[in-house]
């Protein structure tokens, strides 16, 4: 199923592929986002017409080189991320690609950052996959920080099945299975979660 559904979607460049490949070879490869949906996310990008982004969690780059790609001209997505190492890997992807001026990086926790940044609508699209614990405080967090019909994509909201229940489950598990209830009956979103990878959970804002 998964080469059928690459097959036909928006194949990677060679940059993106090349990323992909390095990536590929180091033992938190699970960690990075699958193709079709960095295509995917790159439509939503361009189909809501976002000029302002932000990123949780960037690991080696290919979310953000995807997102990055799909702003126009004068659009601008910040990143957080605490490790300097991966991250510095994304940084010379997007150098090739020709983005690196529309991204900025800023190595710290998520949270404080967040709390630094002006508490007024400023972003378009948020993608958020960094400790699945501090979900619900990003989305709460971003909130304020998002355009009316802004979107937040929340990334791994399926946990391998295991918020279905019946297995044993981790504090990330329990977190996921908590914020899924929470979000449904969250007045301030519309919610659908999409069956994309391990689970993509799109927020809209009311």
Not at 123 to 142: E, I, Q
Request: charged residues 20%; negative net charge; contains cysteine.
């Amino acid at each position: 199923m998964s080469d059928y559904v690459l097959a036909h979607t928006e194949p990677p460049d060679e940059v993106m592929a090349a990323l992909i490949a390095e990536t590929a070879g180091m033992p938190e490869v699970s960690m990075q986002i699958a193709p079709d949906q960095a295509a995917f996310m790159a439509l939503l990008v361009r189909s809501l017409n976002a000029r302002r982004a932000i990123e949780i969690g960037t690991f080696t780059g290919l979310s953000a080189l995807a997102v990055a790609r799909a702003l126009p001209e004068g659009g601008s997505l910040l990143c957080c991320d605490l490790n300097a190492e991966w991250t510095a890997i994304g940084r010379g992807y997007w150098e090739q690609a020709g983005v690196s001026d529309r991204i900025e990086l800023r190595i710290g926790p998520a949270a404080q950052t967040l709390e630094a940044l002006p508490a007024e609508p400023t972003y378009d699209f948020a993608f958020v996959d960094a400790d699945k614990t501090g979900y619900a405080g990003y989305v709460d967090a971003l909130y304020p920080r998002m355009q009316t019909n802004a979107l937040i994509l929340l990334d791994n909201t399926l946990r391998s099945g295991r918020v279905l229940g019946g297995s044993e489950t981790s504090a990330d598990d329990d977190a996921m299975i908590a914020l899924n209830d929470q979000l449904i009956s969250d007045g301030r979103w519309e919610t659908v979660l999409l069956p994309i990878a391990d689970g993509l959970t799109l927020l809209r804002k009311r």
